[in-house]
Every structure is written in C-alpha cells, then in structure tokens.
C-alpha cells in the first residue's frame, strides 16, 4: 500500500477542535475592520517577482531567500515570467490601487484583508511557510494621527481576542533627508567591529547597514551600543515622532521605544512599530507590526502618495491564546436530527426548518435502529436529538434531551424556542 503523502514542510493542516479559535479571532478583525471604516479588497496569491523587489527591495531577506518563486504552464506565455506567491499584502494593496486609478477616490482610503502569505523560511515554532495575516493599510494620510490610531487598533484586536500583556514596540527610522546619516553612523560603527558580526550581517553592511540591526545573532552589547536611528531624525520626522507618542500616551497605549526596530522590508519610513506579549521578546515571538512607507506608491509608479499599514499574524495570535489558555467561544447547541423509519425525505425536511430557525443541526442519513442514532448522535457532541417518524400529532416531533435523557412531542415550530428556553443551548 503506498504511503500518503505528508503535508509539505513548514505548512500544517488546521484541523476541526482548532477551527473555534480561528473563528474568534477572524471575526474580531472583521467586525473591527468594520468599526474602524475600512474597506475590504482582495489581491492575488501570486504576483511578478518584481513587484516585490522593487517594494521590499532587491537585498532584502524576502527577496533573496524567502520569496515562492513559481513558473506558467510549459509552453504558455507565462513561462518566462517570474512570478512568487505573496510573501507580504502591502505591494499587491498598492499595485491595485496604482493600477485601477484608486487616487481620483476621495482619501484618504482604509483597506483590509485577511489571507494567506507565503515565505520559503526555515520552519519553527511559530514560523510557518503558509501563514495568515490580518492586513490593515490606509493611503493618502501623512498625519500622525492615523499611526497612533493604527497601533491602538492593533491592541484593541489582542485585547479583544484575549490575550493580555501585550506592548507595542516603537521607533522611527526617518526618511530620504534624514536616515542617510543614520546609515553612515552605523556603517562607520560596525566596521569597527566587522569581525564579530555574522556572514548576513557583513553582507547586509555593505548593502544596507539598517538591516544589520535586525540580525536575530547579533551580540547583545554591539546592539546596545550602535547608533540610534531618532538622535538623527529631521525636525519634520522629529516632530511627527514625537507627535505620535502624544497620541499614544493620551490614549493609555502601552508602548516602548525600541532602537533595534527597522523592519524586514526597504520601504518603511518614519514610524516603525511590532506587538510583543511582555517577557516574549525575541524576534520570532512578534505577533505583528508594520509602518509607514510614504514612498512606496510612487515607486511603483504611481503619483506621490503617503502610506502606512500594518499585517498582525493570525497563526501566532492563536498561539498566543492558547498559552494563555484563553478557551475558544462556545457554539449554539448542537441537535441531531434521527429517524425511528426509514424515510430520509421527512429527516432532510426536518433539517431545513430548523436551519431556518437559527438552529445547528447535524443530521443521521443511516437506517440503524433509533438506539444506535442517538448513541452516535451523542458521540458527536449533541445536545439534543429530534426524533422524525415516531407516531406524533400532525406537524410534530419528539425532542429528547441527550442529557437528561428525558423527551417531549411539540410542534416542529416549536423546537427552536423549547432550546433556547432550556438555558442549555
């Protein structure tokens, strides 16, 4: 007998006794994407390599290492193309609104999404291959105010989803008039020290010495002593900077300054931030972040348009809950619809009438005998069975309580109600 073939590295199969949790938090981020007027898009699974690399950059790890790089059919006119499945939401957000003439809209515009992202990475705790994310991306609004907004947003998903302690992580990494002095400082400061940096990291210093700061081995003391991107700030990155700790501070969100923090991708600017639960520090325990990327639009060839957003990760949320036992949201009750005869047509209509009640049913298409139907239907979790086919009066069925083991004839119209009166559903 062959073997079946396992799920492919670094993915995993998310399986019924997860899905509760999954609901919960998918539906916290829908209902506050609502809340908070934004409008909901969809972009491709796959788009051209180079969209990516003229946004997250040429030298970046999601360019260079990290990105699915997947071909067209044989002999189509995309097997030439390169293309990649998304690694990240904000270039595909981008690209349609460049592409489809989103800047004659009144702005500025909110978008969101929920989808899966892909990045070839070694897998761990926490890092998958396929993953999802929450993406949230306002365009057009260059004020500090959106930022603030943006992160409070974000604490009030993990709060409204359960977890606690979680903190924002903040810095500013400033923009074209001002980071350039940034660079140099630390290009002349690792130089110093090349010798006790890594391979990526003498490599990044030479392409881009703001990704050094990123690397997850770099000795903790030549961190804390490297430059710090706000003592070179301009006055104008300076002032929004300090504009948004304002807002932050008037708000009561918790939050820390965070020098290290420059992001993964090249076209950040200004306001850097990412969520960590307090004591979880590490770079693999991030729950999410973003920032702005005020020039990312027009690199992409469209007219200049600022730009900020964030992509809170769904998979490590979860995780999150579950190590602090936050149990998923009970469902309604769960009734069994069985049959004491054969006749499946009556069971399926039975099923129908209480569906459009509101009720949860799962229906018995077997012909065992009845004791066999409600020791399976108890099996499944059920609360409640309705009996179709044993001698009631006119429109009615037998409604057992799978519990108590205690039954009753009402009408079929009645059942939904006789459920949620019980207190039990």
Known sequence: MARTPAAPRGTRDILPEETALWRRVESVARELSDRYAFERVETPLFERVELFARSAGETSDVVEKEMFRVAGAKGSEEERAEWALRPEPTAGIVRAYIEHGLHVQPGPLRFWLIGAMFRYDRPQAGRYRQFTQWDCEVLGDPGPMVDAELIELALRFYADCGVTGVTAHLNSIGDGACRPAF????????????DRLTDDSRRRLRINPLRVLDDRRLDPD?????????????????????????????????????????R?????????????????????????????????VEALGGR???????????????????????????????????????????????????????VRVRPDGSTRKLGKQLEAAAKAGARWAVIVGEETAGDSVVLRDLDAGEQQELPLAGVAASIAGSGAA
């Open 304 to 358: 200049p348009t600022t730009g900020i957003g964030f992509g809170l990760g769904l998979d490590r949320t979860i995780m999150a809950m579950a190590e602090q036992g936050i149990e998923p949201p009970r469902d309604g009750a769960l009734v069994a619809v069985v049959g004491a005869t054969d006749d499946l047509v009556a069971r399926l209509r039975v099923c129908t009438a209480l569906r459009e009640a509101g």
């Open 183 to 194: 660079r140099e400082a630390l290009v002349e400061y690792f130089a110093r020290v090349e």
């Open 264 to 296: 993964g991708l090249d076209y950040y600017t200004r306001t850097t931030f990412e969520f960590f639960v307090a004591g979880r520090e590490g770079q693999q325990q991030a729950l999410g972040g973003g920032g702005r990327y005020d020039g990312l």
């Open 222 to 262: 030549l961190a804390a002593g490297a430059p710090r991107s706000i003592d070179f700030l301009c006055e104008p990155c300076r002032q929004h900077f300090d504009a948004v700790r304002s807002l932050l501070d008037g708000l009561g969100c918790r939050y820390v300054i965070d020098h290290r923090l420059v």
